[in-house]
């Protein structure tokens, strides 16, 4: 689960399609016990039209035989230093033991980036996602490459349920079914196979509750972008109000490392008793060396007190000179005009955690409406206008956590905003006064 989950892109084309087509084959009947009308168990017999008796019960018995060796497990990617791979990653592999076998990594991460307008599309909740299955050795190579920690949690799953489970991913491959919208907080590479998991457990699935923790889908984001000033900047200034809601436990569950800590604790009531839903943890990856890109030196913080120290001097000495630099102020306008039209774009996007932003009372297209005036240097109530939106803005920020650093915008605002208002009462009556003859 990631923004952009893809481990396919540093592989080439040719070898993932080939990958995923001869998965797809290996995977178009399922598995199902002798009598089912579903599916059969490929035995070898020589001589079919002599079913006896002891053919008869030796099949059921290498049916179950082979799906007692068959091992499901989740996999859960610790983050590398590509942008797309912060929050981690969740995939599920299945692997016959005996007779050795399939061996396949499912995983609910795909995507086509070179598609038209794919940025564009994924800010707006609507790209679409799918399922792909392609060799467990690949999967392993590209993230043992990235230096990532991979942990296979193998599940404690009945004949039945790994029969279940099984039928559901193929037909999850199918070319009907395994496009599905993705959208980051609620139906991601992680919760599809959460959910495809749960779905196929006959007993009642119980997790255990978490004490003490009930972050806010901001808090969870900012754990895992830590090491990534920018990045958090960046999902901080899309998202609105309604990621500083505290989450429960299922919420939670969209970061794979969550997952990973539920299902270790989770236990399955079925026929009166219980049992855990993970019967071995393993690390099928080992942590590596990873290399870390350099970023901007400078934190957003950093940049607001620059910018900050910036619009108190240049506030002093408008108010001393009694003039405006027209060139700060068609900066501050342009700015405000850009972050506004993304902001107000956003309130048409399908994630329902940026549909509601308080920040567009600060960053909003209202500025364009004005800007012929601004850059003309004429006097205008936008100033005016953009005092009340900034107030309206701090006051905002009891409800609301807005981006690092995104004060000193504000601050900049407003000290213009009050220079315009002094100026427009005070000075223009002296200029208009003309020189007597």
């Not at 168990?41 to 030796?58: G, L, P, Q, W």
């Not at 405006?324 to 700015?335: E, H, M, R, S, T």
């Not at 902001?343 to 308080?358: D, G, I």
Request: proline content about 5%; overall charge neutral; hydrophobic content about 45%.
């Amino acid at each position: 689960m990631k923004h952009l989950e893809n481990i396919f892109n540093a592989l080439k084309g040719g070898l993932l399609t080939l990958s995923l087509v001869l998965s797809q084959a290996v995977w178009a009947q399922p598995y199902a016990p002798v009598g089912s009308n579903s599916g059969t168990v490929a035995v070898e017999d020589e001589n079919k039209e002599k079913a006896s008796d002891t053919n008869a019960t030796a099949q059921p018995d290498l049916f179950a035989q082979r799906m007692d060796s068959v091992e499901i497990s989740l996999l859960t990617c610790q983050p590398h230093d590509e942008i797309y791979s912060l929050y981690g990653h969740t995939a599920i592999r299945y692997h016959e033991l005996w007779p050795k076998g399939i061996d396949v990594a499912f995983n609910y991460g795909v995507f086509d980036f070179r598609k038209p307008f794919f940025i564009g599309r994924f800010v707006l909740g609507w790209t679409d996602y799918e399922l792909g299955a392609y060799p467990y050795t690949l999967f392993k190579e590209e993230y043992r490459r990235f230096g990532s920690m991979v942990t296979e949690q193998v599940l404690n799953l009945t004949t039945e349920e790994k029969v279940c489970l099984k039928n559901a991913l193929a037909d999850n491959l199918q070319d009907g079914n395994r496009i599905y919208r993705y959208n980051y907080f609620y139906s991601n590479c992680t919760t599809k196979a959460r959910d495809i998991i749960e779905q196929c457990i006959s007993g009642k699935l119980i997790y255990e509750p978490r004490d003490n923790y009930q972050p806010t889908y901001r808090e969870m984001i900012h754990e895992m972008t830590k090491r990534h000033p920018w990045a958090a900047f960046g999902n901080d200034m899309l998202l609105g109000i309604r990621s500083d809601i505290k989450t429960d436990q299922r919420q939670q569950e969209f970061l794979p490392n969550n997952l990973m800590y539920d299902f270790d604790h989770a236990r399955i009531f079925a026929n009166g008793e219980y049992r855990p839903l993970v019967k071995e943890r393993r690390v099928a990856v080992p942590a590596g060396v990873q290399l870390l890109k350099s970023e901007f030196p400078l934190s957003p913080t950093a940049c607001a007190i620059l910018i900050s120290l910036l619009a108190l001097a240049l506030f002093v000495v408008q108010c001393r000179v009694h003039k405006i630099l027209l060139a700060w102020d068609i900066l501050l306008v342009a700015i405000q005009s850009i972050i506004g039209l993304l902001l107000f774009v956003m309130l048409f996007s399908e994630h329902p955690t940026t549909t509601l932003n308080l920040q567009i009372l600060l960053f909003n297209p209202i500025p364009l409406f004005f800007l012929y005036k601004v850059v003309r240097g004429k006097k205008t109530i936008y100033w005016n206008i953009a005092l009340v939106l900034v107030i309206f803005f701090l006051i905002g920020g009891i409800w609301q956590d807005y981006a690092e650093g995104i004060w000193s915008l504000a601050l900049c605002l407003l000290l213009q905003s009050i220079v315009h208002i002094k100026n427009n009462n005070k000075v223009p009556e002296q200029r208009q006064q003309k020189p007597a003859k």
